[in-house]
């Protein structure tokens, strides 16, 4: 049994019985500001991987955490001045497509100093069945962000933010083993970060260099808390 179930989690199951999500996500408080505004920029970060335990025959004994460094990018396009979308993805884990609302300060076209804060929310999901059809499963994210900074100058820009997640994991498994097939693993994540970074900005280049300390609640596992540190390199125009 403790074969098969090894054979699994290499192969196809694995695949399923796994899910990534995020850490750092690289979001400032200033939004873009005038119509067709934006930046990209790419990420190197960590992404925390859950694996669903079925060593027992079941899923009912949560997860294991395994902290991964990925890569990912954030892409941000303004259509007027307070509000922007942005399309967030680590490697691996869902893509996020949300929107950002800045209700204090100027934004970052302005190149203005003082007070930013703003509001953020995303959405992402995705379906799946492995190539040998062992596995089917769904993968939903939302998140909700408080965003708060202060612009030093144009070059220096520190910020921080709240925020709290949910990722729902929910999936069925095909096996020729018995004890395996027909499990359909439903999984919820909850995740409460605070982050704090600094981005400097040379005209239209970038550089953000951010810490994340995290805590991740799943039933049936001890709660994780981490702090994982990236940076990210962008333009904007």
């Avoid at 796994?18 to 934006?38: D, H, S, W």
């Avoid at 004994?61 to 993805?89: E, I, M, N």
């Avoid at 076209?109 to 999901?125: D, E, F, I």
Wanted: proline content about 3%; glycine content about 10%.
């Amino acid at each position: 049994m403790r074969i098969i179930l090894l054979i699994c989690l290499l192969f196809k199951v694995s695949c399923a019985t796994k899910y990534l999500v995020p850490t750092n996500r690289f979001l400032t408080p200033e939004t873009q500001g005038g119509a067709l505004r934006g930046q990209v920029e790419i990420q190197q970060t960590a992404a925390q991987q859950l694996t669903i335990d079925t060593s027992s025959g079941t899923t009912d004994q949560g997860v294991t955490y395994d902290l991964l460094r990925k890569s990912g990018f954030l892409l941000s396009s303004s259509f007027f001045d307070p509000f922007d979308l942005y399309w967030s993805h680590t490697g691996g884990a869902n893509s996020m497509i949300g929107g950002k609302f800045q209700f204090i300060g100027a934004p970052r076209t302005a190149n203005s100093a003082g007070h930013k804060m703003s509001l953020a929310a995303a959405v992402g999901g995705n379906k799946h069945e492995t190539d040998d059809e062992t596995v089917k499963f769904e993968l939903q994210g939302k998140e909700f962000l408080l965003l708060y900074g202060y612009r030093i100058n144009t070059n220096i820009f520190p910020y921080a933010s709240l925020s709290y997640a949910t990722y729902n994991f929910t999936g069925e498994v095909f096996s020729s083993d018995p004890v395996l097939n027909g499990l359909e693993p439903e999984i919820e994540t909850t995740i409460s970060s605070l982050s704090g970074g600094v981005e400097f900005s040379l005209n239209a280049f970038f550089v953000k260099f951010e810490g994340t300390y995290q805590q991740l609640v799943t039933a049936e596992t001890k709660d994780k808390s981490q702090l994982v540190f990236g940076y990210s390199l962008g333009f904007s125009w």
